[in-house]
């Protein structure tokens, strides 16, 4: 099981095994499954608890035979963990950085509520597969197992929050509280180059969602309705902001920002100048329309003018050849119309 052993700082609240200290509380029979060599345990015999313990390998179990009630040595994929304990053992079950290991976690969760009394619960500690660090290492191709941490070369299972949720619910626990402790995402625990990496680059991979969590810390108890559950909000145990730094990436991604900002902003500029250039040659365009309209209504008078004036000249001669016949003149002179008006300042006499 669990190959991480320290004495555990209380004071230290951004530490997982701090947490899963927290989360079991007081005066307590807890059974620490991946006990190793007895840490956690010693914190939580501090705490007034009585602490039981299970761990795969041997000489560590004898370690912590000498601070534990019990320690049971077993392999959790060829064991089951009911069988190791009597029923309604413990009021809590710590599996602290263990479930990760496992071939099958959800079996061995489902199984230990066989364990647990009324009210009892499990504590659980898992890193976070989606931490800024892994994701950044992928981005250059890189996944290289270590001894210890996110990419333990002993790891069977990888957990993002959505897969831890998926984890418990599915087994059967509904969730009481979801923490996380934080760790930036230029931990050196995963290994990449962020040299070569796009500029920016890192302080975006630090605003998404969980890439500076390292680490999940559950409370959770059994619940036949864990399926359809509420799932609370994640609480990072030390805010984030406190563990982002204030680095030469910040100021490059500032940089970038400020350089964006000029670009969309002379962007903007030409788009508004296009627009009212645009504008300009649409109103130009409206105003040669209306031209164009006006002139053609004016030809069409010019022209309506012309003809009159050809009717009025083909009568004036018509006219004058009248006043020069010698009989009829008088009666036309008579006319009350506008011929006779015509005549009569032609000089015509009146009858």
């Known amino acids: 099981m669990s190959q991480y052993d320290a004495e555990i700082d209380l004071d230290n609240a951004n530490n997982s095994q701090t947490q899963a200290v927290y989360f079991v509380g007081r005066g307590k029979r807890v059974l620490d499954v991946g006990c190793w060599k007895g840490a956690l345990g010693r914190a939580l015999i501090a705490q007034d608890c009585q602490v039981s313990g299970l761990d795969i390998d ?8 000498e601070f534990l ?4 040595v077993a392999d959790l994929d060829k064991t089951s963990l009911s069988s190791c304990f009597p029923e309604k053992s413990f009021d809590v079950i710590v599996f602290a950085d263990v479930l990760e290991h496992l071939v ?8 230990a509520k066989q364990l647990l009394r009324p009210g009892g619960f499990v504590v659980l500690s898992i890193p976070n597969i989606a931490h800024g660090s ?7 191709g890189l996944w290289d197992y270590t001894d210890t941490g996110h990419l333990d070369r002993t790891h ?8 831890l949720v998926d984890l418990v619910r599915g087994s059967g626990y509904a969730i009481d509280e979801l923490r996380a402790t934080v760790v930036d995402v230029l931990s050196r625990e995963v290994v990449y180059d962020p ?4 500029p920016g680059i890192i302080e975006w991979v630090r605003d998404q969602t969980d890439a500076m969590t390292f680490q999940f810390l559950v409370r959770a108890h059994p619940d036949d309705d864990a399926a359809t559950a509420a799932v609370p909000p994640l609480e990072p145990v030390v805010p984030f902001r406190t563990l982002r730094p204030e680095d030469r990436w910040t100021e490059q991604a500032e940089a970038e920002r400020t350089k964006t900002h000029k670009l969309l902003t002379q962007r903007d500029h030409i788009v508004g100048l296009e627009a009212a250039t645009a504008a300009a040659r649409a109103r130009v365009a409206h105003a040669e329309t209306a031209r ?6 004016l030809d069409s008078r010019n022209a309506t003018v012309e003809r009159l004036r050809k009717r009025l000249r083909s009568a004036e001669r018509e006219l004058q050849e009248l006043s020069a016949a010698p009989a009829p003149r008088g ?14 300042r032609m000089g015509g006499k009146g009858a």
Request: charged share 35%; no cysteine; aromatic share 6%.
């Open 69 to 72: 009630d019990e320690v049971v």
């Open 292 to 297: 164009a309209s006006v002139r053609r209504r």
């Open 331 to 344: 009666v036309l002179v008579r006319a009350r119309g506008w011929v006779g008006r015509r005549l009569r």
């Open 58 to 65: 041997e000489a560590a179990a004898e370690v912590a035979r």
């Open 104 to 111: 099958d976690p959800a079996a061995v969760l489902r199984d």
């Open 134 to 140: 892994v994701r950044l290492a992928l981005l250059q």
């Open 156 to 163: 069977l299972r990888f957990f993002s929050r959505r897969g």
């Open 195 to 198: 040299e070569p990496l796009p």
